[in-house]
């Protein structure tokens, strides 16, 4: 039996670090915006190309923590989805469920990475998807997926509910846009559901100063047994089914850049959740691996080992609170 099953597209995702954005960037970090000269050249200063997205991220970090995972990915017939198997087969996941679609390209990315964050522009290629006839597992991951993946749902959630499986869900754009009227059958079945705080508030059509158990309560409310809001640098949020627990961040771990930090993060979650950690300690274990993650471009390079978690639980003493 599998411990997981992770569901979610592929990407090629191509990285230009940009030193000089002091001279060609005016960054306002308060309102998220990011302004170029117009017709101007930004000088790059590296490339670097990497098989990625959310699924990726979350399969390659649960294999590294020792556990036995494959993928659900539909790619093109193209390069891409040739370099994406090879580091699957590296990685040691899985691909009894990788697919490659007939005529048509994979997904791909540009990734302008600028003061240890990044803006990603990003190319989704439209998806004919279905759902293969998965074998047990004790986990399902569900995460980032192009417009019309909520065909799968139904059917996914009978697989969950027939095999008595856990599922973790961490929605991507497209499936946030779907709002929980239309995942109803998905959230009704999920264990654990991690979103950031603005992803939370989008999804429950909150007012933006709501107070953040009040959030918790609104998402409750769809169905999830556990949740987690992540904020940033002000750290995260999780309610397990009776408390609700706080911890913030490692404020002295060099930030290089942030692609995959949220991946890191929810992974890290489930694996320890999945390994028999209650919320506490997974939340401690979840910001262990988005710390090392965000040391290193891209969100694959700094994911944990097993034994790396428990180094990392050795050197930070960082604890969850409950409030």
């Known amino acids: 039996m599998l411990d997981f099953i992770v569901i979610g597209d592929t990407t090629l995702d191509v990285f230009l670090i940009v030193h000089e954005y002091k001279l060609m ?3 306002k970090k308060e309102n998220k915006y990011l302004c170029v000269n117009y017709a101007d050249k930004v000088p790059v200063d590296t490339i670097k190309e990497i098989i990625a997205g959310n699924a990726p991220n979350a399969v390659v970090a649960t294999s590294r923590a020792g556990l036995r995972v494959a993928i659900v990915t539909q790619m093109g017939e193209d390069q891409t989805a040739g370099l994406a198997k090879e580091m699957f087969e590296k990685e040691k996941v899985g691909l009894q ?3 490659k679609e007939a005529g048509t390209k994979s997904n791909y ?9 990044r803006t990603i522009l990003i190319y989704h290629t439209k998806r004919d998807y279905k759902l293969p006839q998965l074998e047990k597992a004790k986990w399902v991951y569900l995460t980032s997926m192009a417009k019309g993946s909520e065909v799968i749902f139904n059917e996914l959630a009978d697989y969950i509910k027939k095999n008595k499986v856990k599922l973790c869900y961490q929605p991507g754009t497209f499936q946030l846009r779907l709002m929980p009227e239309k995942s109803k059958s998905i959230l009704r079945c999920t264990e654990l559901f991690v979103v950031n705080r603005d992803e939370a508030i989008q999804y429950t059509n909150s007012k933006s100063d709501i107070e953040i158990k009040d959030l918790f309560q609104k998402i409750v409310q769809l ?7 992540t904020d940033g640098t002000k750290g995260s949020y999780a309610w397990d089914g009776k408390d609700y627990w706080q911890m913030g961040i490692l404020k002295e771990i060099p930030r290089k850049e942030a692609t995959g930090a ?4 929810t992974s890290g979650m489930a694996i320890s959740l999945a390994k028999g950690f209650d919320m506490a300690e997974s939340m401690r274990q979840a910001h262990f691996n988005s710390s090392s993650v965000i040391q290193f471009i891209g969100g694959q390079e700094g994911l944990l080992t097993e034994k790396g978690y428990q180094e990392w639980g050795r050197k930070y003493q960082i604890k969850a609170k409950k409030f």
């Open 25 to 27: 960037f005016d960054i």
């Open 97 to 99: 469920y990788f697919q």
């Open 109 to 117: 990315s540009t990734v302008i990475a600028v003061d240890g964050e």
């Open 223 to 229: 169905g999830p047994k556990k949740i987690v809001i």
């Open 262 to 265: 949220g991946d890191a993060y």
